[in-house]
């Protein structure tokens, strides 16, 4: 037998040997990743629950909501006192105001870095809160839902089953819909704490 061909065997060998290996640990490097993902994502909209709780627990008021639908709330209101309300100890959340009530620039997470805060009904299917059917109307509870945008397919599907356990875009603490720009990305929304008025 000849020394170099064996030796060409033993290469062999250990190569398919580091490839398998490279594999395996590229696979848990990657779930490792988004394990990561969630958890930054689901802290960061822990954090904006406890914003909107401490501004309530101030000022003893919702935060003001505005649009027809009264869905959208002026999300300006927990980084500065524009509107002037009583108790107010802000700023509640390290974000940049911006030119809308409604939004919350330079947050850490989705690849547009904004934030927006809807009140929606609990109890009720939908996919997006932005419409009058599904506004507080004392007919279900009512509760704060932060928004931010926009997020992979595999991404929110993949938060859906950790928070609500099963894999549908209008039930849960968990929703998302498409986001109207960039396609094939979605925005969710992210149950936060019970409104004030119901």
Not at 20 to 33: K, N, Q
Not at 141 to 165: A, P, Q
């Amino acid at each position: 037998m000849k020394k170099g061909a064996m030796f060409g065997l033993d290469a062999r060998i250990a190569l398919a040997i580091f490839g398998a290996l490279s594999v395996i640990s590229g696979a848990a490097l990657y779930s490792a990743i988004q394990e990561s993902k969630i958890i930054q994502f689901l802290a960061q909209h822990d954090e904006y629950a406890k914003a909107i709780e401490a501004y309530m627990l101030d000022t003893g008021v919702d935060l003001k909501s505005g649009n027809t639908a009264g869905v959208s709330v002026h999300a300006k209101s927990l980084v500065t006192n524009y509107t002037s309300v009583d108790g107010w100890k802000g700023p509640y959340l390290a974000a940049e105001e911006s030119t809308s009530i409604y939004e919350l620039k330079g947050i850490p997470i989705g690849s547009l870095k904004h934030l927006f805060i809807k009140k929606a009904r609990e109890g009720v299917a939908w996919d997006d809160p932005d419409f009058a059917a599904n506004a507080c109307n004392g007919s279900k509870d009512c509760f704060y839902w932060t928004e931010t945008n926009c997020y992979e397919k595999s991404f929110v599907e993949n938060l859906d089953v950790r928070i609500d356990g099963t894999l549908d875009a209008d039930e849960g603490r968990f929703r998302y819909s498409v986001c109207s720009s960039p396609n094939a990305m979605y925005k969710v929304y992210y149950q936060a704490v019970r409104t004030i008025s119901q």
